[in-house]
């Protein structure tokens, strides 16, 4: 009884170091390096966005191809001029395609790119603002047709 009760733990044990080894060589950047302090950092963001009264109007949906993109930003009801901003594509089931843009700032509030998308999913997007004041994004993801 005794050998066996041996054999069952060390089975266990190699299932167990088996099981640790393959997880961490599987990661897929599902858990967030710095997680708690990426967290605590977007709670006070998300306060800061509450009391300057930060408002982000994001496109609704994109096509396959070119796009232009607008996205249009409210401070304390105030369009929000000459913030530095960026916009972000990247494709969820391939990877090579993720791109990002600088945008440019036309009527007051209204930051522009031009897009590329060059074929249907899902996508990853990304808007990333820039003030003084404060340093946010916003992240979605679109599905494209």
């Known amino acids: 009884m005794k050998i066996f009760l041996y054999a069952l733990y060390t ?3 190699f299932a167990m170091g088996t099981g640790f080894y393959v997880a961490f060589k599987g990661f897929e950047g599902l858990v967030e390096e710095n997680y708690y302090e990426k967290a605590s950092g977007y709670f006070t963001t998300k306060e800061l966005e509450d009391s300057l009264g930060l408002k982000i109007v994001l496109p609704d949906s ?14 304390q009801g105030e369009p929000l001029r000459q913030a530095e901003m960026t916009f972000f594509a990247g494709s969820v089931s ?4 993720d791109s990002e843009y600088a945008m440019r700032e036309g009527p007051p509030g209204v930051y522009s790119a031009e897009v590329s998308v060059p074929f249907s999913g899902t ?4 808007v990333d603002l820039s003030t003084s004041t404060i340093k946010t994004g916003r ?7």
Request: overall charge positive; proline content about 0%.
């Open 11 to 13: 089975v266990f044990l």
């Open 62 to 75: 994109l096509k396959r191809g070119n796009n232009a993109v607008e996205v249009t930003v409210f401070m």
């Open 139 to 145: 992240k979605w993801f679109m599905e494209i047709k």
């Open 123 to 126: 996508w990853l997007m990304r």
């Open 94 to 97: 391939q990877s090579g395609y």
